[in-house]
Nanobody
Framework: VQLQASGGGLVQAGGSLRLSCAAS????????MNWHRQAPGKQRDLVAS???????NYADSVKGRFTISRDFARNTVYLQMTSLKPEDTAVYYC????????????????WGQGTLVTVSS
């Protein structure tokens, strides 16, 4: 499974951006897709998650401002970010937990390459 993230950029505080992350490969079923972010000098934190059933979860810092969604047909996850703040500046990474079903099911985790979001004050 390979993940390709896109959509980062420079935006003013209060603005919006939408990140996308597309999964490619074959023979897998994605279970949960997640967005994480890592600000300079800080640890990588989970921002939002969406399960195969559509259940979502958000970090407290982004609740009400960010929305995660998923297109099953395209194996793509989106992160709509609104009311952006300078503290949202970070490299955003998508991550997928998946299963490869066969004689012996195998669980895996894949990471995208990261996309930089910079919010200016």
């Amino acid at each position: 499974v390979q993940l390709q993230a896109s959509g980062g950029g420079l935006v003013q505080a209060g603005g919006s951006l939408r990140l996308s992350c597309a999964a490619s490969g074959s023979g897998f079923t994605i279970l949960t897709m997640n967005w994480h972010r890592q600000a300079p000098g800080k640890q990588r934190d989970l921002v939002a998650s969406i399960t195969r059933s559509g259940s979502t979860n958000y970090a407290d810092s982004v609740k009400g401002r960010f929305t995660i969604s998923r297109d099953f047909a395209r194996n793509t996850v989106y992160l709509q970010m609104t009311s952006l703040k300078p503290e949202d500046t970070a490299v955003y990474y998508c991550e997928a937990d998946y299963m490869v079903y066969g004689d012996t099911p195998v669980a895996g985790r894949a990471w995208g390459q990261g996309t930089l979001v910079t919010v200016s004050s």
